[in-house]
């Protein structure tokens, strides 16, 4: 109660001193942050994350398999879903060698009991140079979509077969002083499983005077 008192007297201040314009600004600092709602909410069962170059699994497994730890954590920590263990599909892969390549999605998620997975092809990963110049720019692209373990049917999204494309793209920087193109891939890497793990999950963003806006998860 005596904090919303507060915020009463200062609302008060804030129109007497300046007018409409001064309350409505201090109306704005005190609002709650908006909700991002998740554009899907999977149900409740042992969910595998699953991240590989469609077309060529060797070009970006390294990173792949990185993307898909980090996609995995934050999963887990917020609690959206169980998370089939990161180590166990190396480890399927590691067993299956060259043949692993020939499984479908439903079949590598069986072999580890999960119920569905979240398949992110991650078709482009990586830092280039500006022509003629010494600057470079990441970019990085992946197409998401939820997928039944059983039947191999796409839960979500439902009006494409393609999946939910997902970019990250840097400025052109010039390489030195902490940045280099293992800088912008760490980068890229963060950012891109943090967009594409709150595709899952509600989060809040927090803009305050015009600042960078600062995501924080919902609890």
């Known amino acids: 109660m005596s904090r919303i008192i507060q915020m009463s007297l200062m609302l008060a201040i804030g129109w007497m001193a300046g007018g409409c314009a001064a309350?409505?600004?201090?109306?704005y600092k005190f609002s709650?942050?908006?909700t991002i709602p998740a554009e899907y909410k999977p149900a409740k069962q042992p969910t595998l994350?699953?991240?590989?170059?469609?077309?060529?699994?060797?070009?970006?497994?390294?990173?792949a398999d990185q993307l898909g730890r980090e996609i995995s954590l934050e999963l887990a920590d917020h609690k959206v879903v169980p998370i089939?263990?990161?180590?166990?599909?190396?480890?399927?892969?590691?067993a299956k060698g060259d043949s692993f390549h020939s499984m479908n999605v439903p079949v590598v998620a069986q072999a580890l009991d999960a119920?569905?997975?979240?398949?992110?092809?991650?078709s482009q990963f990586s830092v280039d140079p500006q022509p003629g110049s010494e600057m470079i720019k990441g970019k990085a692209d992946a197409m998401v979509k939820l997928i039944d373990a059983q039947s191999g049917r796409t839960l979500w999204?439902?009006?494409?077969?393609?999946?939910?494309?997902?970019?990250?793209?840097?400025?052109?920087?010039?390489?030195?002083?902490?940045?280099?193109?293992?800088?912008?891939q760490e980068e890229m890497l963060h950012t891109l499983s943090d967009k594409i793990a709150k595709l899952f999950y509600d989060w809040q963003s927090d803009q305050v005077d015009g600042s960078e806006p600062t995501e924080e998860p919902v609890r």
């Not at 309350?23 to 109306?27: D, I």
């Not at 390489?175 to 293992?182: A, D, K, L, N």
């Open 84 to 94: 089939v263990a990161p180590e166990k599909l190396y480890d399927l892969r590691n």
């Open 115 to 122: 119920g569905q997975v979240i398949y992110v092809d991650l």
């Open 23 to 27: 309350g409505g600004a201090l109306l």
């Open 32 to 34: 709650p942050a908006p």
């Open 157 to 184: 999204p439902r009006d494409t077969s393609g999946g939910r494309q997902i970019k990250v793209e840097t400025p052109y920087v010039r390489p030195g002083g902490g940045v280099s193109p293992e800088a912008l």
């Open 49 to 63: 994350v699953f991240v590989e170059n469609f077309q060529n699994p060797d070009l970006v497994q390294v990173r």
